[in-house]
């Protein structure tokens, strides 16, 4: 039986993993390398690495990540951010990365998706959507690019069909509105998405609470769960999601982890 | 043991994906001479042959023909020799590959390689169950219905049911590994990015080429 995946998401910025709000304050979480090897030891069953600067100057450390990880890590990743040519994504999938996120590259370039899609398989083609729900509305969001500076206006239930119908093999969704709120997932958003296409969905953005991953595979149909600073700042263990989702019947790959782990993020936070 | 005498692997690369992770793979798995050639000679001389594999299955077949790689993996299986297919290493064992055409295959595991059946998500992302229909030394300590990781639209039918050693649900049961004959085997899965169960995987078949050599 095809199980549910958990994935912790690491936010980079050259080179290390940070977190932050809106590129600010950004508090230095350890080496990326360093992690993803700790989330596989705890279960996790693929990583995101997503360089938040996402600019040319930052591809070279991103490469080395992605370098490093496919020498110690035996668990895919994703790597996304900054990638905006068939080139640039050439070198990442070279650089040992199992696919590639694409965001605002994908907006302006659908081709790309077309393009790498056929070439490397649509399995390595992941289209990330930041999606916000436009004021007054019920059921519409916005998709927005940049790191979520600009409104495309485009609807994102419908960019995340077109994207499928491209060649995109994968949707990672986020919520704008959600996103660093704790109070869960959207899963009207998730809903609307899961129902549209028939890719799998990583849900992202608001979890806070355990529930929340089980509500957002059960109730909006995930295909998968996003968490980032929750596991990072060891409000919860991977172990803890997965034991949570299995004990809601959701299958879930469950392996034994260290009773006691000890996480590398940086335990003195330093602040940028 | 010395140098000499110490059995070693060739990973074939043929221009089909990145093989740096399954190389380490066999290294954290404790499996040591794993070596990446693409020449036929050097991957002749070796006591186990690998055969990984990400994309399209005319690509692969066509480059496997003019590498002069085809030739080599028919001899070394014919002759004995381990060998262990992945993903798209394993469809290429089926006589005829049915995607964007029709394509001969290597034929050590007859049958065709098709498409998963519509109704279902495509591409298989993610972790599945395998269960086992008969044993085999590949899954030497691996419990049944353990969790391997899967990316893939197409799967092997081989022609002779006996030959599955593993199979997964997916839309339908299908062939997630083989065995053909005492030493030949392939799993549509990756090992190499399977976590510590891909790795015990890695380390079973390091076992059988050891034996062997």
């Known amino acids: 039986m095809l199980t549910k995946r958990v994935i912790p998401c690491l936010d980079c910025h050259e080179g290390r993993v940070v977190k932050g709000v809106n590129f600010v304050d950004l508090v230095d979480a350890g080496d990326p390398v360093e992690l993803a090897a700790f989330y596989d030891a705890e279960g996790a069953d693929e990583l ?167 509500e957002v595979v059960i109730e909006a149909d995930a295909d998968a769960v996003l968490a980032a600073s929750t596991l990072h700042f060891g409000r919860f263990r991977v172990r803890d999601i997965k034991a949570h989702m299995a004990g809601h019947g959701i299958p879930i790959r469950l392996v034994e982890v260290a009773e006691e782990a000890r996480s590398p993020v940086t335990s003195e936070w330093r602040v940028r | 043991m010395s140098p000499a005498t110490a059995p070693r692997i060739a990973i074939i690369d043929y221009r089909m994906g990145n093989l740096r992770s399954v190389q380490k793979g066999f290294e954290h798995a404790g499996v040591e001479g794993v070596t990446v050639t693409d020449s036929p000679a050097e991957a002749s001389a070796a006591d186990g042959i690998v055969l990984p594999g990400v994309g399209a299955f005319r690509d692969a077949a066509y480059n496997l023909r003019e590498s002069g790689l085809w030739e080599l993996v028919c001899e070394r299986v014919a002759a004995g020799t381990p060998f262990l297919g992945i993903c798209l290493g394993m469809q290429l064992l089926a006589d005829v590959g049915l995607e964007d055409g029709e394509w001969e295959g290597l034929g050590i595991v007859g049958g065709r390689c098709e498409r998963l059946p519509a109704g279902v998500k495509i591409p298989h992302i993610g972790w599945n169950t395998v269960s086992y229909p008969r044993t085999s030394p590949l899954f030497d300590g691996i419990d049944e219905q353990s969790t391997f990781y899967f990316v893939h639209s197409y799967h092997l039918m081989p022609s002779d049911p006996s030959v599955i050693i593993g199979s997964a649900e997916y839309g339908v049961t299908f062939a997630a590994a083989v065995q053909a004959g005492e030493a030949a085997f392939a799993v549509q899965f990756h090992p190499e990015k399977s976590s510590a169960t891909g790795l015990h995987l890695l380390g079973n078949f390091g076992r059988i080429v050891k034996e062997r050599a």
Not at chain 1, 57 to 62: A, V
Not at chain 1, 166 to 187: C, H, K, P, Q
């Open chain 1, 48 to 214: 995101v690495f997503l360089d938040i600067t996402a600019s040319h100057e930052e591809r070279p450390s991103m490469l080395d990540v992605a370098a490093r990880t496919s020498e110690e890590v035996f668990i895919p990743y994703t790597v996304g951010g900054g990638m905006r040519s068939a080139a640039d994504i050439r070198a990442m999938l070279s650089a040992g990365a199992d696919k590639i996120s694409l965001n605002s590259a994908a907006v302006r370039d659908p081709e790309l998706i077309t393009h790498t899609s056929r070439i490397y398989g649509s399995q390595c083609i992941v289209v990330a959507i930041d999606a916000r729900r436009v004021a007054g509305s019920v059921e519409r969001w916005e998709v927005f690019i940049n790191g979520g500076r600009i409104n495309t206006g485009l609807d994102a239930v419908e960019w995340a069909r077109r994207a499928a119908d491209l060649g995109a093999g994968e949707v990672l969704l986020t919520s704008m509105d959600r996103d660093g709120t704790n109070e869960g997932f959207d899963l009207p958003l998730t809903r609307a998405v899961t129902r549209e296409v028939t890719i799998p969905v990583i849900a992202s953005g608001g979890a806070g609470e355990l529930e929340h991953f089980a």
